[in-house]
């Protein structure tokens, strides 16, 4: 009984589902496709993955703290588009364009948050009013054509935000290396830190928290701050990756970004957030996209099997949810 | 006079044309449990909510060790020392024992901006405190709350006001939907907190829960005092009933 209970532990562990998950996708599509760990095949899935995966780190925390945002995906596409249209027009070179891009990121996250805590708006409202503003601004700006990146080749930015470089057959992008590094500290900040503790605080109870002194507003805001920068810089590298600055790219990644997260084992409503969990349910997502393809099933069919991904985990957190209820 | 550790004066507390209280004088000394007893709408919750920092009195003075105190919020309830224990929301279901004993007042170590919280203190106080509490069981303290019965809810909560060494704990209907075992044990650690110096408020709907363990018995009725030094060792339950229906 007593050897069982490590094992038990890891089983109970919301992670423990997803995992399994992603193992078995592996396997059915590599029995299917040999190719699909190919080298070419995993440079390539990791290239894309990062990008949404960087907002769905921030968004993790976000989400642990009882609130998410709808306007990660307009925030993608029109920092972006600032930050190229900076540039491009003689108005700042490129570094301070970067950077102005990255701060108008935040002071769109800084009104988020501060609508849904100081007027209590449901952050659903706010965020989905943020959608709309900041998607109608980028393309206002842009009279909706794309803007030019191609002057970004070779320069030091570029080259530190997406710059390649090979391990053995393996390419591997600078973004990659972003996207490891926010992991490793968005995961330490959520579980070993005082800021951590709040996070899951303001989500779990936020009424019971604020009695012990936590100040869940300013929590709060910060993370919608923390999206909102992830998802610009998200954008930027996709920017330059691509060498296009659409004002409309990032659309519906709101969506895809929540569905990973909560894959992942967060939860919805707040109080519980594993950023190992949306490691594995970025991963999850990307995969289905990339290896349904590879199989031969059609393109258009993704959808199906998200959409009964999300419904399946659902169902499984939620009955290990009530078996560990019944247990205590 | 000098052994009060809580004195309220002349409380009064009307929500629009409802008067709640009607000039309530309370008093808590140290090292006492005092028992707040009266029928629905009595005014003991409102009572409670005004020395919490839950609702602002309408008038009245507090006085905390014989200084006039100003609790516009329950912050500020806590800096006086005074620690308020709601059934269940006083505690984050999805934190474990120790994250939610040190919520608000983590203990941390490392260099002042790479610091992260100091786990094993955390841990071992945690343990130190379930059992000065009474918890006889090994629970871990990685434990969520959520898989705590509510008799070690309310262990955990009561642990956490003696660790922060709050003058007065206020008890709000502690034993609202426990056991029998589990209501001996939350009575068990209420005397554990009074015998290790602590000041509490008892408000239960059970009589004879709070002639288990208070000292002193205080009885509101309709905004008012109706009595306010009841020995629960001389009086009987019957008297103290005809007190809290008005049948005297």
């Not at chain 1, 038990?8 to 760990?37: D, Q, W, Y």
């Not at chain 1, 952050?123 to 943020?130: E, K």
């Not at chain 2, 709000?172 to 068990?188: F, H, I, S, Y």
Request: hydrophobic fraction near 50%; charged fraction near 15%.
């Amino acid at each position: 009984m007593d050897s069982l209970q490590p094992l038990r532990r890891l089983i109970a562990r919301p992670e423990a589902g997803p995992f399994a998950l992603l193992i078995l996708l592996i396997i059915v599509f590599t029995s299917i496709n040999p190719k699909f760990i190919s080298f070419l095949n995993i440079s390539n899935t990791l290239a894309f993955t990062v990008e949404l995966g960087l907002i769905a780190l921030a968004m993790t925390l976000l989400m642990t703290s009882g609130e998410f945002d709808l306007s990660v995906g307009s925030v993608f596409g029109f920092s972006a588009v600032v930050m190229w249209t900076l540039f491009n027009s003689g108005l700042a070179p490129l570094p301070l364009a970067f950077v102005a891009a990255l701060s108008l990121a935040a002071l769109i996250g800084l009104s988020s948050g501060l609508l849904v805590t100081q007027l209590k708006i449901p952050s659903f409202l706010v965020t989905l009013g943020m959608l709309l503003l900041v998607r109608g601004t980028a393309l206002f700006i842009t009279d909706g054509f794309p803007q030019r990146t191609w002057d970004a080749a070779g320069h030091p930015l570029a080259v530190i935000l997406v710059g390649d470089f090979w391990i053995g057959p393996l390419r591997v992008y600078m973004s990659l290396f972003w996207f490891v590094l926010a992991a490793i500290v968005l995961g330490y900040v959520l579980t070993r830190t005082k800021a951590g503790n709040w996070i899951q605080a303001s989500g779990g109870n936020p009424n019971a928290a604020r009695a012990r002194g936590v100040k869940v507003d300013r929590t709060k805001i910060a993370l919608f701050m923390l999206s909102s920068v992830f998802a610009a810089f998200a954008g930027i590298i996709s920017s330059i990756r691509t060498s296009a600055a659409n004002p409309n790219s990032g659309t519906g990644y709101e969506l895809e970004v929540i569905a990973m997260v909560v894959i992942g084992g967060t939860a919805l409503m707040g109080g519980r957030g594993t950023i190992i969990g949306t490691v594995i349910g970025v991963l999850i997502l990307r995969m289905m996209r990339n290896g349904i393809i590879m199989v031969g099933v059609p393109g258009l069919a993704y959808n199906i099997f998200i959409g009964a991904i999300i419904l399946g985990m659902m169902a499984l957190h939620s009955w290990l949810d009530r078996r560990h209820q019944e247990a205590a | 006079m000098a052994d009060n550790l809580i004195r309220m004066e002349n409380i009064r507390k009307s929500y629009g044309k409802v008067q709640a209280l009607r000039g309530v004088d309370f008093r808590v000394n140290r090292g006492e449990i005092v028992g707040l007893l009266g029928d629905n709408g009595a005014g003991k919750s409102t009572l409670i909510k005004v020395l919490s920092g839950a609702v602002a009195a309408t008038s009245g003075e507090i006085f905390v060790n014989g200084e006039q105190a100003v609790i516009r919020n329950t912050t500020d309830a806590i800096n006086y020392s005074i620690e308020t224990i709601y059934q269940d929301s006083a505690l984050v279901t999805q934190l474990s024992i120790a994250r939610n004993l040190f919520l608000g007042r983590e203990p941390l170590k490392g260099s002042r901006f790479f610091n992260r919280l100091d786990r094993e203190k955390m841990d071992a106080v945690a343990r130190e405190l379930l059992q000065k509490v009474g918890i006889m069981k090994n629970i871990p303290t990685n434990t969520p709350i959520g898989s705590l019965s509510g008799g070690e809810r309310q262990a955990v909560a009561i642990a956490r006001a003696m660790y922060f060494d709050s003058d007065l704990i206020i008890l709000d209907e502690p034993t609202n939907n426990l056991g029998v075992a589990e209501t001996q044990g939350v009575l068990q650690f209420v005397r554990n907190a009074r015998d290790s110096g602590h000041s509490c408020i008892f408000i239960a709907h059970n009589i004879h829960h709070v002639f288990q363990v208070v000292d002193r018995i205080v009885v509101l009725r309709r905004g008012e005092v109706a009595a306010d030094d009841i020995d629960p060792k001389t009086t009987s339950i019957e008297a103290v009933e005809r007190i809290i229906t008005g049948m005297d």
